[in-house]
């Protein structure tokens, strides 16, 4: 190893690079896969955290002490001798075997020192603030929820022999080492896939805080905080505006929070930020949304949060009873969502800025009624919602398809307009765990956000055009999945092939989630969730109402055939009413009114009828064309003479209800993009001929539309 010289002349610790940092850490990995106490990275890498954290602590007490005793200051140290790094891990010939096990397990043990005391991870819970030194109550809050699983102290010391040889002495080294820790996080968070942790790309944290611009002086919270990427991000951010000491007195003093109640990622997260230059993070280890929501007043108020709180989860009841009656819900991020409202203080910031917050919430917050609509309701009449951001289908690939958006909103008047916009990706490029959204496709979203223009990738939405439901999840009107304009080219077609492939995955992975909850759901009758109406126009009629029929291709359609000659005796279609061929609905011919242009009248031979509030309209529609659904028609129908179902036969046909609402939404929403899918597949199919016919001409007719082979002579015999 390269060695480098200190100040003074010494010889410093040897510089560690990118390459020997790789190769250690893979080296202590090695040797933690042959200890039976550990089963898999989820075990191994928090050992692996908690080791380094120490290391890490050590030198970095170390280099401050140097630093006080040329200031003449007296030096508080967060941890004392024997219980420092170099008191008993630095030697490679310590403490080893059992005898390494006692001294960090045990409550009591014999020290490096040889004398008894505290074992290590004892003393370290046991540390406390009283010094003046807020590292010891982060120190204690760290260990509080670290063991040691390793089975063997012998194989503990080779790790910790491995780990001894990274110095956390220089800013380049912090560099490697934190490039290098990122990947680990990686790593972590593939590991924890299967337990539904996933974590936010590096390029979506700084968008959304530069968009946000947080200013020295304002409090920043991530109440959802994982491994700290949002803290870390901000904190860089505000460093930069750094003048004087009192300002980095107030950066690392009273800025920067979070919460955390995972063990590891909390202990992830207090390193990730000791790592870039926190040094006492304010991080809580519960679950942000213990508190009851209606105490939470100024003073537990913040300036900024940035956050991806959980989505998809379940808060159990104790943790919903925390939140107004009308808006308890099991789903996580709308809990958060309304947690982050309240917690905006109400004031302008000290840089006279309103307190404002971005956060990543899926689809499903944006559009499912029932208590989603409820917050809808109050995020848009008591804040201003600046933008959402359309976040590109699988940007948090692999470990969720769940399609999201980042909301920016703050404090102040309510929401007049909202501008959308979304990141313009390369032609037929699709995001994957190794293509990861980048930046620089992004960031000029910035400016759009700034002045609020239109363009083929944003688009205003005046609140009082949104519909009754309150649905945010409004696509870019102006984009066309791939154009088809030009339906010969095949760099179009492939392009459009993958983006529907990305979009049957997304599909899929909704429909795992939903149909698992489908299907835990009990059966009811109809009967008991719908009702049928008989409302006829009757003197109403007017030449100008549009005649609606149904077909099992369209649903809702234009019938061909005119109006009758009593039109005072057609049925009044309203929105959300269903309606059917009494006749037909065996082969799907049911339609379902979506929104207020399908509304009109329909044949009085038809079958009309609504839903009550505790079941989808939509939800029905799709079960009765489904082929569950028509079988349980034609088993109300046996024994006829001629096939025809009216109301009272339907309604005795059962069907599994979900209790939330908003299960019932996702399904339907699945269901309507597998539809467009449907229909774009359609198009892409013309399209592929096109493109056959494309690749025929150039190939064997020359301009003019003549064959390639112009020679009118006969071969010769």
């Not at 600046?386 to 999201?404: C, E, G, K, M, W």
């Not at 339906?487 to 979009?503: C, F, K, P, V």
Request: glycine content about 8%; overall charge neutral; some cysteine.
């Amino acid at each position: 190893m390269a060695r480098t010289k200190k100040k003074n002349g010494a010889d410093a610790a040897p510089m560690t690079t990118s390459q020997m940092l790789g190769s250690l850490l893979n080296s202590a990995r090695k040797i933690m896969r042959k200890d039976k106490g550990l089963n898999g990275d989820l075990d191994r890498l928090p050992l692996l955290t908690w080791i380094m954290f120490l290391k890490f602590l050590d030198d970095l007490e170390q280099q401050r002490e140097e630093e006080t005793a040329l200031s003449g200051k007296k030096f508080k140290a967060a941890i004392e001798a024997p219980y420092r790094w170099r008191d008993w891990a630095a030697n490679p010939q310590g403490i080893t075997g059992d005898e390494l096990l006692a001294f960090i397990n045990s409550e009591e043990a014999v020290r490096a020192d040889g004398a008894k005391g505290p074992g290590l991870f004892a003393y370290l819970r046991s540390l406390s603030s009283s010094n003046g030194d807020n590292r010891r109550d982060v120190i204690a809050t760290v260990f509080k929820g670290v063991d040691n699983r390793m089975k063997s102290g012998y194989l503990l010391r080779d790790i910790i022999n491995k780990v001894g040889g990274i110095h956390f002495t220089s800013s380049d080294e912090l560099h490697t080492l934190g490039a290098l820790y990122e990947s680990m996080l990686r790593e972590m968070r593939d590991a924890a896939g299967d337990s539904g942790e996933f974590y936010t790309p590096r390029a979506v944290v700084r968008f959304m805080v530069e968009v946000t611009d947080p200013r020295l002086g304002e409090t920043v919270l991530d109440p959802a905080s994982g491994t700290g990427g949002f803290l870390v991000e901000a904190y860089n951010h505000l460093e930069k505006q750094v003048k004087t000491v009192a300002d980095r007195k107030r950066l690392q003093n009273d800025t920067i929070a979070g919460c955390e109640p995972k063990s590891l990622p909390y202990l992830l997260c207090q390193m990730n930020l000791l790592l870039h230059g926190l040094d006492a993070p304010q991080i809580d280890p519960g679950n942000a949304l213990r508190f009851k929501l209606s105490e939470i007043g100024e003073k537990e108020r913040v300036d900024v949060i940035l956050t991806n709180p959980p989505f998809g989860g379940e808060e159990e009841k104790g943790i919903q009873g925390n939140f107004p009656e009308d808006r308890q819900t099991a789903e996580t991020a709308l809990l958060f969502l309304q947690l982050i409202m309240r917690k905006l203080k109400r004031q302008p910031t000290s840089a006279g800025r309103p307190a404002r917050a971005a956060v990543v919430v899926p689809h499903g917050s944006l559009s499912s009624p029932g208590v989603a609509k409820r917050i809808r309701e109050t995020l848009l009449g008591d804040f201003n919602i600046t933008a959402i951001v359309r976040l590109p289908h699988n940007v948090f690939a692999p470990y969720t398809d769940i399609q999201s958006n980042v909301i920016f909103f703050e404090r102040g008047e309510p929401t007049q307009s909202i501008l959308y916009c979304e990141p313009s990706l390369p032609l037929g490029y699709s995001l994957s765990k190794t293509k990861p959204l980048l930046y620089e496709w992004i960031e000029p979203l910035k400016t759009l956000i700034a002045s609020r223009q239109e363009t083929d990738t944003s688009w205003l939405v005046r609140r009082d055009d949104l519909d009754e439901n309150l649905n945010l999840d409004i696509k870019n009107p102006r984009r066309k999945l791939n154009s088809l304009a030009d339906r010969g080219n095949l760099e179009t077609l492939a392009a459009q092939m993958r983006s529907y492939a990305d979009e049957a995955d997304a599909i899929k992975a909704e429909l795992a989630q939903v149909t698992e909850l489908i299907g835990q759901s009990p059966w009811e009758l109809l009967d008991s969730h719908t009702y049928e109406s008989d409302e006829r126009i009757g003197e109403d009629y007017s030449p100008e109402m549009p005649l609606l029929g149904v077909s099992a291709e369209e649903g809702i359609t234009n019938p061909k055939t005119a109006i009758g000659k009593s039109p005072e005796r057609y049925k009044v279609l309203r929105t959300h009413y269903l309606a059917y061929n009494p006749m037909r609905i065996n082969i799907g011919s049911i339609g379902v009114v979506r929104d207020d242009t399908q509304q009109g009248i329909t044949s009085p031979d038809y079958v009309v009828f609504y839903c009550g509030p505790d079941l989808l309209p939509e939800y029905v529609y799709h079960y009765l064309r489904s082929e569950a659904g028509r079988h349980e028609i034609n088993l109300k129908t046996k024994g006829s003479v001629r096939f025809r179902l009216y109301f009272e036969q339907l309604s005795k046909i059962k069907i599994p209800v979900p209790k939330n609402i908003e299960t019932q939404q996702r399904f339907v929403n699945a269901c309507n993009r597998l539809e467009d899918l449907k229909k774009m597949l359609n198009a892409a199919a013309s399209s592929a001929t096109d493109c056959l016919n494309a690749a025929t001409r150039s190939s064997f007719l020359l301009e003019g539309g003549k064959p390639s082979n112009t020679s009118t002579g006969s071969r010769a015999a």
